[in-house]
């Protein structure tokens, strides 16, 4: 059963794509140009969706329905075209329409750029929850910034990692409304003038200050079925020139380009970090920047049927995206105290029962702190709110357990120490009525570890909401074959309902069934084959074992393990000790933070091992190593559906959830990984038998950093095979042309230096890649744990997600 809502014909469809040719580009009709044709469809359908964002609107309205603003400075929402005619109902009438013209729309879909609005899973998290909230009918908008250069794009060069800017906007964006007319200003930097009012009450003024044009982008979300479509609004900074008169009025023409030139800077790229912490200036910007136009929107939105703010929190729920938003708390202060002259009692029970916040990591150099002279010099007003914020918090605390200088230290806003440094997760603890963590793990972690004091204190506040992805990108858009084969056994509802996926257990050990997924998952490895025959010139065997490792490029998530693991099992071959029983492809993506030199170093690393690896002719039928440039969401769409094996293999306790984990179950692998993240929860769903972990817990690791008495020189010393992994690295046996570039990886080990606990978790890693291969050597024993690890996977839905941030966090007292 297809969605019927939207039921269109492919006449109608043509008329609208013929239209758009003609008149939107001006181009003549039919054509074969695969840029225009994708043009002229993305119109059609943002005409549609354009048509249904009034109709919800309208819906909303009568509705009186509370309204939920999730804010984040990513959004990695990848190409829309294919989702948006999934969740139209549009998909196969568009197809067969191109199909009847001789035009393969996958030739289509690949004109569209990748909007790289993000780094990785915390704002491909975002994207999911979008589609999720449309899909299930809540009124959910997201707010963000429209870069002007998203993330870098990766080529490689002699095994290096090279950054090229993205300008996805150089090519027109038909997806968006660029909304001139609801732009709004923003004041920053400028001073502060200590005033009272007539009763000589304290009454700071902020004065002199310049201003930033937040300019509103949307883009049309449309939830499956295409009954309700939001939208994605992004801010782009700007400047105008009737806002510059009063420079011009004193005539400094330059002076008024300049500043004009420096607001457009503002939002002109996306950091490319991921949890790790910029600490640069222009960043915080961006944050004040999001978070005050998004605000003013809200409000705005909110006056509309409201004359005070006394039901802002049950019309309004405001989601913060880890800390990076978290300005918010002191932004919604000024505009109520300040703007609308509520009393700040009032004002701040408001400002709590709106405000939410996700902590997205553990990572010490992830966690936001700025300098207080930074927010003195930007946002002076923000940063005497958050003094006074701080001021009556400590105060409370102080009168609850007296004399305890320690903890006012440790919960304090305010770091003390050479320079004062605002702890923003303390704001956003502290101005929120929820903090939720992505794992029942990591959530476990807030409450034990870096919460401790904050949870003792509120533990009501904590929350856990472990993260989801969206089926309707990584399944049915991703893997069309095995969604087919999915919807003839069970029907179409996993859809919406992705638990229905259990109904396919019973199929997991029939024959036939086994065989039509056993044939689906050789499909997409060859499609794979190809496309990396393609980008690399090298030819991949679609039988061998795809042994899949994508993600962000971070010593945590332990590629460096996994290298270390494909140089035994060469070394191994070489030197005779094993005859290879399955055959091994070994692919890696991911990008390196520009300015992380251990990542970069890993990313060279990988395709010297790959080098010397594919050259030898002693392992040619036995292992292949693949590093594919550029990891995107796109990418991700191809790669994961022809997975066999899933590496999720993050040192135990740093990983707050992970995503990617999720859509290879989705997707029909096996993983093999540690207990850390939503990997716990996976194994409670497969069961113990349909997953591989290994290594060390989180407490046993945090356990021996406590007692001290991890010494990776021990490791070295017992056992032969880390020895001669290590000393491979040292005596150039992977870099005889660069001597000595891997000798760093050898002396950090022998220096006592394993933050990330590889040699602990070496022998366990090895041991269980023993067994999968062993267990890869029978089909039949494969394809039925491969079959229910789809079945299974249907907790991991970002549905299942919404629905938990819906009932948990954003409806909270509707319930209670
Ligand atoms: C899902 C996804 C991620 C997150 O992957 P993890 O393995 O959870 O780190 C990062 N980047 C892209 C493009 C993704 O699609």
């Known amino acids: 059963m297809k969605p019927t809502v939207n039921k269109i014909s492919k006449s109608d469809l043509k008329t609208s794509i013929d239209y758009h040719l003609r008149c ?24 549609r969706m354009a048509e249904k964002i009034l109709h919800t609107e309208q ?24 989702n948006n005619l999934h969740n139209l109902g549009m998909f196969d009438v568009c197809r067969e329409f191109m199909a009847e013209a001789g035009i393969d729309i996958e030739e289509v879909r690949e004109q569209e750029n990748d909007p790289g609005l993000g780094n990785g899973g915390l704002g491909r998290l975002a994207a999911c929850f979008l589609d999720s909230m449309a899909t299930l009918d809540i009124a959910g908008f997201g707010y963000g910034i429209h870069y002007e250069y998203g993330l ?47 009763d000589g009450e304290y009454n700071p003024m902020w004065l002199d200050w310049n201003f930033i044009v937040g300019i509103p982008f949307d883009i049309p979300v449309v939830g499956y079925g295409g009954k309700t479509v939001n939208w994605l609004r992004l801010y782009g900074a700007g400047s105008s020139a009737d806002f510059d008169i009063q420079i011009f009025n004193e005539g400094d023409y330059f002076r008024a380009v300049e500043q004009k030139v420096e607001s457009e800077t503002i939002t002109k790229m996306l950091y490319p970090l991921d949890t790790i912490m910029s600490g640069r200036e222009l960043r915080l910007v961006q944050e004040y920047f999001l978070v005050a136009c998004t605000l003013k ?71 936001e702190k700025w300098p207080a002279a930074l927010l003195e010099r930007i946002i002076p007003r923000h940063l005497q709110i958050i003094y006074e914020i701080n001021r009556q918090f400590l105060e409370k605390i102080a009168a609850r357990y007296p004399n305890d200088v ?86 179409d509802s996993w859809i919406t309902d992705l638990s229905q996926l259990r109904r396919l257990e019973p199929h997991a ?80 993506a991911g990008k390196a933070a520009p300015g992380y030199w251990v990542a970069k170093q890993i990313i060279k690393l990988i395709h010297n091992v790959g080098q010397v690896i594919n050259q030898d002719r002693r392992v040619r039928d036995a292992l292949k190593v693949v590093f594919l440039p550029d990891y995107s969401v796109s990418l991700a769409e191809k790669i994961i559906p022809a997975a066999d094996l899933s590496e999720q293999i993050s040192m135990a306790g740093q990983e707050a959830s992970g995503t990617g984990n999720m859509k290879f179950m989705l997707n029909g692998a096996l993983t093999v990984g540690t207990l850390d993240g939503a990997n716990v929860e996976m194994l409670e769903e ?131």
Not at 67 to 77: D, G
Not at 422 to 434: F, I, T
Not at 442 to 456: C, M, W
Request: glycine letters at 4%; charged letters at 25%; aromatic letters at 12%.
């Open 24 to 47: 939107s580009l001006c181009k003549e009709t039919p054509t074969k140009d695969y840029r225009d044709l994708f043009l002229s469809t993305a119109f059609s359908l943002r005409d």
């Open 59 to 82: 819906r909303y309205q009568a509705s009186q329905t509370k309204r939920v603003y999730y804010l984040s400075l990513e959004f990695l929402i990848g190409r829309l075209m294919g």
């Open 152 to 198: 870098f794009k990766q080529e490689i060069d002699n095994g290096y990692q090279r950054e090229k800017p993205d300008n996805w906007l150089a090519d027109l964006n038909p997806w968006e409304f660029k909304r001139t007319d609801e732009k709004c200003i923003i004041p920053i930097k400028g001073r502060i003038e200590h005033f009272q009012d007539r």
């Open 297 to 367: 929107d809200i409000i705005r939105r909110y006056m509309k049927n409201n004359e005070n703010f006394d039901r802002f929190p049950d019309q309004v729920a405001i989601q913060m995206n880890d800390t990076h938003p978290s300005l918010a708390v002191a932004e919604l202060m000024r505009l109520l105290v300040d703007e609308y002259a509520l009393p700040w009692g009032h004002a701040w029970e408001i400002t709590q029962q709106t405000l939410a916040y996700t902590n997205h990591t553990v990572l010490a150099e992830a966690l």
């Open 406 to 491: 320690d903890l006012l230290q440790r919960m304090s806003l305010i770091e003390e120490g050479e320079s004062k440094q605002v702890r923003m997760a303390h704001l956003a603890l502290v101005g929120s009525h929820s903090v939720n963590g992505v794992s029942s793990l990591h959530t476990e972690i807030l409450k034990q570890d870096n919460f401790s004091d904050f949870y003792a204190l509120w533990p009501e506040r904590f929350v856990n909401v472990t993260n989801g992805i969206t089926q309707r990108r990584w399944l049915l858009g991703a893997n069309p074959r095995l969604a087919e084969l999915i919807t003839d056994t069970i029907g």
């Open 509 to 588: 050990d029939q024959t036939v069934f086994m065989d039509e997924f056993r044939d689906i998952k050789r499909a997409n490895k060859e499609d794979l084959s190809k496309i990396i025959s393609d980008t690399l010139w090298l030819s991949i065997d679609p039988d061998s074992l795809f042994d899949i490792h994508i993600k962000r490029i971070h010593e945590y998530k332990r590629q460096l393990l996994k290298i270390m693991h494909i140089v035994h099992e060469y070394l191994q071959i070489i030197r005779g000790e094993k005859t290879p029983t399955v055959a091994k492809t070994f692919i890696f």
């Open 686 to 816: 497969a069961g113990a038998d349909n997953i591989f972990i290994f290594g060390l817990k989180a407490e046993e690791i945090t356990d021996m950093i406590k007692k001290k008495n991890y010494h990776p020189v021990e490791y070295y010393r017992l056992f032969p095979e880390i020895r001669r992994v290590l000393d491979a690295f040292r005596d150039n046996t992977f870099c005889p042309d660069e001597q000595g570039i891997f000798q760093w990886i050898y002396h950090r080990m022998m220096n006592n230096e394993d933050s990330y606990f590889h040699l602990p978790d070496f022998s366990p890693y090895i041991q269980v890649q023993d067994q999968i291969e062993a267990e890869y050597l029978d089909p039949v024993n494969w394809t039925k744990k491969a079959i229910l690890n789809v079945a299974r996977s249907g907790k991991f839905s970002s549905d299942r997600a919404i629905s938990d941030y819906n009932r948990l966090i954003w409806n909270k007292n509707a319930q209670s």
